[in-house]
């Protein structure tokens, strides 16, 4: 799909740094507050020039302090939108002694707007000296709707995200798509959860809402995640070590000038147990296995278990998958053969056990895929070759 990009030039603007703050409260000069000296806090930086303009209808807002804050005490309340007081998510970073403020829905486009700090404490309880930011939003279209990870339509454009983190307030700008790169460095299942807070007024239930995990050759693990509830679009799936790659976007498109706004969870569980042949969830990734049969195999939510077996010309490949399901699952899994020459063989049921064969028409890699949706399964697998008569 073609994307527009006309509002890239612009993201710039939404990376800015601290800019020092002068005349509210700070002395004019930098100050830095230990622990004991009994002085206030103040807030030494916006990440907004006072009375900036254009600014994006998404943009968080850091605001940086003096000195160490209690981070109990910089939460929703200490940093507040005039008009809105519970109007944004406020989170600490004790490393950088600042705030981020995220609205919890688009600012007003083109109005004046004032966040207000006040009331956080530092280390001591010294009250932060009050300070207040004005900046005025720009128009509601793609160029100031664009969260801060724009641009990234691709993989190598990919913004990061720290598995177990919590992003609000994104947003899906007509045709956009949102990549997102995450790395795990033990064994993990991964749940990407979208809360959509805005869609456009005919998207009934917006089914069209897609989120998917890929590997770094962008092939999809599964194209699920769409549901006609909004905040039940979810996808899990158990993942290995390594880095991994998510796209969210409106399959059936967004309307010109509408947009999706909405809130992604990356949630933690506990992997889904894995066999030794992991990772083989593509065809590249395919195990060679020798005729006989092989036991102690692993199926997961989704998960795509391939294998090669070398075969002649004229030998028939037999293939028979016997599989438990937890009890109450769904017992439905996929099985396909593909021999050299000749078409694949595909069952699609919940028939147990299942038996495929194909006759090879020359010599070459049979190559078998085995798929459950459900985590747990445990399964074994009897390859037979023969020569056909
Ligand atoms: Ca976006
Ligand atoms: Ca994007
Ligand atoms: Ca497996
Ligand atoms: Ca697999």
Redo the contacts with the bound molecule.
Sequence with gaps: MKRSVAWKALVGMLLLLPVPLAGFGCGGKDKTSTPGDGEAPTVVAFSLADSATGIGLVTPITVTFSGDMDEASVVTGAIVLEGRPAGGHVRYDALTRSATFTPDTLYLPETWQRLSVSGATDLDGNAVLPAQLRFRTGPLDCVHLADPH????EIAAAAWLEAGGVYRSLTVCEQ???TYAFTLADPADITAATTVRHAHADAAGYAGWQIHFMNANRQYYATLGTSAVPGEHTYHYSFLPGTYYLEIFSSYGVDPGEFVLYDLELRVGEPCEDDAYEDNDFPHEASLIAPGVHTGLRGCHVDADYYRVAVRAGETLALTVDATVPAGAWAHRRVELAVPGASTVTYSGSENPVAVQAIAARDGEAVVCVRFWVDGVAYSMEVQVTASP
Excluded at 150 to 153: K, Q, V
């Design positions: 724009e641009p990234n339509e956009e798509i949102d």
